[in-house]
Nanobody, 125 residues
Framework: QVQMVESGGGSVQAGGSLRLSCAASKLRACMGWFRQAPGKEREGVAAIWTPSGTGYFADSLQGRFTISQDNDKNTLYLQMNSLKPDDTAMYYC?????????????????????WGQGTQVTVSS
């Protein structure tokens, strides 16, 4: 089992930036970031294959987010730039695919086994 704790959320004005952290008991090969706004379904934001650091992103982000990792700290990061009010949501990190196969691309929420508790991001206009 993997324990993960997200942090770094907060309130920011449109156009600002935030960096979210996901401190894991141990980095897993296949991890991802998701978000869920009130009244909406949880959606995939990014995914990463940590052995190579290869990241994948939702097309809707238009290149505004990046994903990175610190292997020594067992921490995953999500750098969010040019934030918009539509980015307001609870952000979660996830690890380990139920299939055991880490394919390319952003995954669906039900594909992941382990979840953090989330960190709130609020973007005001």
């Amino acid at each position: 089992q993997v324990q993960m704790v997200e942090s770094g959320g907060g309130s920011v004005q449109a156009g600002g930036s935030l960096r979210l952290s996901c401190a894991a008991s141990k980095l897993r090969a296949c991890m991802g970031w998701f978000r869920q706004a009130p009244g909406k379904e949880r959606e995939g934001v990014a995914a990463i294959w940590t052995p190579s650091g290869t990241g994948y992103f939702a097309d809707s982000l238009q290149g505004r987010f990046t994903i990175s990792q610190d292997n020594d700290k067992n921490t995953l990061y999500l750098q969010m730039n040019s934030l918009k009010p539509d980015d307001t949501a609870m952000y979660y990190c996830a690890a380990d695919l139920r299939s055991g196969v880490c394919s390319t691309g952003v995954k669906r929420p039900n594909e992941y086994k382990y979840w953090g508790q989330g960190t709130q991001v609020t973007v005001s206009s």
